[in-house]
T-cell receptor, first 111, second 114 residues
Framework: DVKVTQSSRYLVKRTGEKVFLECVQD?????MFWYRQDPGLGLRLIYF???????EKGDIPEGYSVSREKKERFSLILESASTNQTSMYLC??????????FGSGTRLTVV | AQKVTQAQTEISVVEKEDVTLDCVYE???????LFWYKQPPSGELVFLIR??????QNEISGRYSWNFQKSTSSFNFTITASQVVDSAVYFC???????????FGTGTRLQVFP
């Protein structure tokens, strides 16, 4: 069963910590994405990648960075976590124009 | 700019009722794709359908049907004879032809009561 796996389902971190959210896909997809989901705001794109070592900013990249050293892995990094980054984070991968496959999400709480 | 509007924040129905979720989109692209995703309480978004802008045929899949109308920039989703298992948040999304970036609406929470 093909899938996108996010390493943590729930995460609690302290303000100022560096946080790594990991995402791995086993479908050999070129494209990978990080979204955050907040009530009333839907899903907003943070960063995406169309290839290894390639990254592009989405709509809300401030406070985040990403890493894609291998095709199957796309990591989201919160350089210095803040309370306004408390959210549900969703990773997705895709073949071009085929629609996304999503991971089950990481609910991050920053205290 | 691209935009997807789901004006219905929350809908509640009783089992076996039919329900329609509205989706209105804005784009300057002549070629684009529209999607619907379901997010059950477990949290994982599940792909339901993709429609390209050249195909205005309505689609039916079991109790689900989709009505795509370019004239009104709408891509509405109807569930016939709703069931409790249909309870979820439903997202409509849009992408341009040469990009995989999806623009999502804010979602509609559907609650189906027994």
């Amino acid at each position: 069963d093909v899938k996108v796996t996010q390493s943590s389902r729930y995460l609690v971190k302290r303000t100022g910590e560096k946080v790594f959210l990991e995402c791995v896909q086993d479908m050999d997809h070129e494209n990978m994405f990080w979204y955050r989901q907040d009530p009333g705001l839907g899903l907003r794109l943070i960063y995406f990648s169309y290839d290894v070592k390639m990254k592009e900013k989405g709509d809300i990249p401030e406070g985040y960075s990403v890493s894609r050293e291998k095709k199957e892995r796309f990591s989201l990094i919160l350089e210095s976590a803040s309370t306004n980054q408390t959210s549900m984070y969703l990773c997705a991968s895709s073949l071009t124009q085929a629609g996304y496959t999503f991971g089950s999400g990481t609910r991050l709480t920053v205290v | 700019a691209q935009k997807v509007t789901q004006a219905q924040t929350e809908i509640s129905v009783v089992e076996k009722e039919d329900v329609t979720l509205d989706c209105v989109y804005e784009t300057r692209d002549t070629t684009y794709y529209l999607f619907w995703y379901k997010q059950p309480p477990s949290g994982e978004l599940v792909f339901l359908i993709r429609r390209n802008s050249f195909d205005e045929q309505n689609e039916i899949s079991g109790r689900y049907s989709w009505n795509f109308q370019k004239s009104t920039s709408s891509f509405n989703f109807t569930i016939t004879a709703s069931q409790v298992v249909d309870s979820a948040v439903y997202f409509c999304a849009l992408s341009g032809y040469n990009t995989d970036k999806l623009i999502f609406g804010t979602g509609t929470r559907l609650q189906v009561f027994p």
